[in-house]
């Protein structure tokens, strides 16, 4: 909430949208709008009290109102019907109308508030969202999202409690974020290999592959994959323990080629890793946990050679084993990239 709090107040001193500017300015109108009937009202009012108070004619700005009140009575006679059952009723349609006028105003003016401070959330959560490197699917900003969308047609005391189950939320999902790693496997040319192959084969090939991915990434205490056909996706506590998975699936296809697997061409695998403070929620599958960090670690998989691991710089930099990381002489997503061969 701290961080969150943060956000706003570094929100508020930056120019504002023109969008929440233009609301605010429409909420300060109405306002004033409301006050000035209020005042107008008092005004109409004001010769009905005058009446009983002795010499108030005396007094020169009691003068003032009552010709300022004389005039617009006239003009109200002159453009609308102000008589009822044949009384003149113009000072209480006026005082009424005042009192109508000033309500509406009101009501537009919190409207506008209303409106402004929904954009000023939005505006909030948007630049969090940024700084944290969530995409704007992430499912874990799905229950700020249904809050967000409330605060547009709440009421007042709704809006309240609505605010206070917003920060709540908020409070909630700072408590998930995590530092963590994240690895990116796949199979070179999988489709290839598996062309002149009988059906049975590749099952069990490919079968065996997993298990011996799944097996090595227990070793080194993965918290959660998530497949593809021929590709993986792997949450590590830490770069050492994602780089050595990857390392290992790598030295071990030497001995899984040579007695586990029985297809023509040998298994290679391109390893992409990356790592940040990512908000992990434990309940949900990691296919459906939408972060940046994620993303980058499937790119450097994507960029990396057969049998090659690559790191973002950023990445290798914490890494406590960086024996064999070489500068590739290339980036992706603009980081600079670092790739291990096995020698």
């Given at each position: 909430t701290e961080h969150f709090n943060r956000i706003s107040m570094q929100n508020d001193t930056k120019k504002s949208s023109p969008q929440i500017l233009i609301l605010s300015s429409l909420s300060r109108t109405a306002r004033v709008l409301s006050i000035i009937s209020i005042i107008f009202m008092l005004l109409f009012i004001a010769p009905l009290i005058l009446h009983y108070m002795e010499d108030a004619s005396s007094y020169r700005f009691i003068r003032t109102i009552l010709d300022v009140d004389r005039t617009i009575t006239v003009a109200v006679k002159e453009n609308i019907p102000t008589k009822i059952g044949g009384k003149d009723m113009s000072r209480w349609i006026m005082i009424i109308g005042m009192f109508i006028l000033s309500g509406t105003f009101t009501r537009m003016s919190e409207k506008f508030k209303d409106r402004s401070e929904y954009y000023k959330y939005k505006s909030n959560i948007d630049t969090w969202k940024r700084q944290m490197n969530l995409s704007d699917n992430a499912v874990i900003l799905t229950p700020l999202n249904q809050k967000l969308e409330q605060l547009k047609s709440a009421n007042k005391k709704d809006r309240e409690q609505l605010i206070k189950e917003f920060i709540e939320t908020k409070k909630k999902l700072d408590e998930m974020g995590r530092d963590l790693a994240f690895l990116a496997i796949d199979i070179?040319?999988?489709?290839?290999?598996?062309?002149?192959?009988?059906?049975?084969?590749?099952?069990?090939?490919?079968?065996?592959?997993?298990?011996?991915?799944?097996?090595?990434?227990?070793?080194?205490?993965s918290i959660k994959s998530t497949w593809t056909p021929d590709g993986v996706m792997s949450c590590f506590t830490s770069v050492d323990a994602a780089v050595r998975a990857a390392r290992e699936v790598i030295n071990g296809l030497g001995e899984f080629n040579k007695n586990v697997k029985s297809m023509r061409r040998d298994f290679m695998v391109r390893c992409g890793v990356n790592s940040g403070f990512v908000y992990f929620d434990e309940s949900l599958p990691l296919e459906e946990i939408s972060d940046r960090v994620i993303d980058i670690a499937g790119h450097m998989q994507k960029n990396a050679q057969p049998n090659t691991v690559c790191v973002a710089k950023p990445t290798i930099e914490p890494l406590n084993d960086r024996i064999g990381f070489e500068p590739a002489n290339r980036f992706v997503d603009g980081y600079e990239v670092y790739e291990w061969k096995k020698t």
């Open positions: 070179v040319d999988s489709t290839g290999m598996k062309q002149g192959e009988e059906k049975a084969i590749i099952e069990h090939d490919f079968k065996e592959y997993k298990r011996f991915v799944e097996r090595t990434f227990v070793t080194f205490g």
